[in-house]
């Protein structure tokens, strides 16, 4: 019987191979080929948060992607612009009023900031008209994400998930009040579309849309997302929509603070582009310097740097022989950080080296993991992109940063790749 601390915890009695692959073709092999019989692998308490599309599997993960995939076209996230751009601005003037009344620059923790601007634009965008509810799910959600984080760096002993412990009876409580308010929150919605006063502009009325005649006609049920399931997709929106796109804003942030000749050019860009206007799809588009760093910064700070997956069954991948069972841990920072991919300036921030795309930079290799890779690929990378940008682009008009003496460096893998102390800048009105 083996016991572990950290994240690493044991589920079963009897020892648990584990393999670390930091081999980008055979990362590719697992995110492709062998897909179907690697499958997603989470830990105990984790199921309350990783719920809905990344917990399935086989044909019923590939019936819920194409229901999903519309909901990230590029006409629908253009009409999440606003959102996002209301989100940054409620950020900003919080940010510009700290700066009037200090003198000489306003020193800042920004993460707790980039933290809410992220979660409100995706209360914004989940949820719409209903996004002042919508935020109540997400403190739920917040509380939550902290109680099985605690849990998951904890001493794990098999079964002690089920025991009636304060912390296991707060998680159980939390996942109840969290499907009663989304449940609210839809029927509501449900209520206003079919009273006529649709709308198909958030990703809620999106996912409800083409499934109201059906989740109404029970019997056919089975051709159409149910409520629950809808529950479910609107709770990973939030997880796997808020933290890893504020951990990319406070890293690209940190790069720009330690290279204040690539935050002059991307300020350059932004002001030649959009000037100080409210940047649109196409502005956001142009933006291709703005770009190069934002892949730069997730190269050097994946906000996942690793992904677990279990094999369903014994199989070959490249020269090894995986038993069945058997968790393979996908390296994705070791490989975007080794310079026989990148070159001898692997470790150093250079935006230019994805100046003619992501292949080039890699010399080749497509070995950028970011987003992982395969049919599994996030579903939401170009809403995240549109989402930096636009936050970048807005605190690049109003302000310049450095990083502040009481910075302290310590990326820390809490799910995402946080800043373990913060984020401390002095900010700049300009
Ligand atoms: C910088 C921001 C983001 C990063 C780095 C990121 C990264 C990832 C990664 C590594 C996966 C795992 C894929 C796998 O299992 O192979 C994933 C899956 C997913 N992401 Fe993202 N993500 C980001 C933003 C978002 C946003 C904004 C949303 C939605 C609003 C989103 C929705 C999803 C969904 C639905 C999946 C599951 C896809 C599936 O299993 O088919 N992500 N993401």
Redesign the pocket.
Known sequence: LFFATGTKTFQWLGPRLEVFITDSQLIKEV?SKNYQYLK?QFPPHAKYLFS???Q?EGDK?AKQ?KL?NPA?HMEKLKLMLPAFYLSCMDTLNKWENLVASSKGGCELDVWPHLQTLTADA?SR?AFGSNYEEGRKVFELLREQTELVVIALRSLYIPGMRFLPTKMNRRIKEIAKEIDVSITNVINKRIKAMKAGEERTDD?LGILLEPNLKAIEDRRNKTSAMSIHEIIQ?CQ??YL??QE??S??LVWTMVLLGKHPEWQKKAREEVLQKVGYEKPGLEDLNQLKIVTMILYEV?RLY???PS?GRRAAKEMKLGNLTLPAGVHVNLEFMLVHHDVEIWGADAKEFNPERFSEGVLKASKGNASF?????????????N??FL??KMALATILQRFSFELSPSYAHAPSNILTLQPQHGAHFTLHKL
């Open positions: 995110l997603p809905g599309i990344l399935y993960w992607r999903l990230f995706i965008t990703l997709e990973l929106f796997a929509g890893t796109t951990t990319l997730l994946p906000p996942a992904l993991f970011a987003f992982s890779g395969g049919p599994r690929i996030c579903l939401g990378q809403f995240a989402e930096a």
